[in-house]
């Protein structure tokens, strides 16, 4: 798939689900539930366990339909086996030029993580296709909303601490698209009703992003 449409399919629903910790092989269970209630990318971060297994049975699953990316990449070479396992986006918490040179050269998309103008300049420098500004709860609507008078055309993504209520701060401010974690997905996944309560916050978080991009 090409960048342009994994931008594009990033862009449908506005939300990156953040699948971080051990989830006991549930991953593609929770992900049919996002995606029934209109989730159209994932990441699954690698620092949790079996990270690799999980984005390549993830692709393989629903690689056709959303965006499955890898979260927290930090070196070259696990750009390199996302990229083999179905990994179409690259998302990390820092910024390190030669990671985005390499996401781009293996025909991913990039979001680096920034937190002042200088990096989110840098990065675009750099050739990154998205900024995920870490962590957004510590910059907020604000920052965002200033960015956007001097580089109107860079894609931010707010990560970190969004809730519905800050998810629609932050688009009405001018972001692209949120990464969305433990606020979306809970350790509650795994009791018995906890897709039921899954579906409900995803839910209210397209419903967020609708309300505030109107």
Do not use: Y
Request: proline share 5%; hydrophobic share 45%; aromatic share 4%.
């Amino acid at each position: 798939m090409r960048s342009e449409q994994v931008i594009e399919q990033i862009e449908a629903g506005r939300i990156v689900a953040i699948l971080r910790g051990d989830f006991g092989g549930r991953e593609e269970e929770i992900v049919g539930a996002l995606v029934e209630s209109g989730i159209t990318a994932v990441e699954a971060t690698l620092n949790s366990p079996g990270a690799f297994d999980s984005i390549g049975r993830l692709a393989a699953t629903f690689g056709s339909r959303i965006a499955v990316g890898a979260g927290t990449v930090l070196r070259l070479e696990e750009v390199e086996r996302a990229a083999g396992v179905g990994a179409s986006f690259i998302v990390s918490p820092n910024l390190d030029p030669k990671v985005v040179e390499v996401t781009k050269r293996l025909g991913l998309v990039s979001a680096p993580g920034c937190f002042t103008p200088s990096e989110i300049v840098a990065a675009m420098g750099a050739g990154a296709d998205a900024v995920k500004l870490f962590p957004a709860q510590c910059l907020g609507p604000d920052f965002i909303k200033a960015m956007r008078g001097p580089l109107p055309n860079v894609r931010l993504i707010p990560t970190g601490g969004v809730t519905p209520e800050a998810a629609r701060g932050h688009i009405a401010a001018g972001a692209w698209a949120l990464g969305v974690g433990s606020e979306l997905i809970g350790k509650d996944v795994m009791n018995d009703d906890g897709f039921e309560s899954l579906r409900r916050r995803a839910s209210d978080f397209a419903e967020a992003v609708r309300g505030a991009a109107k």
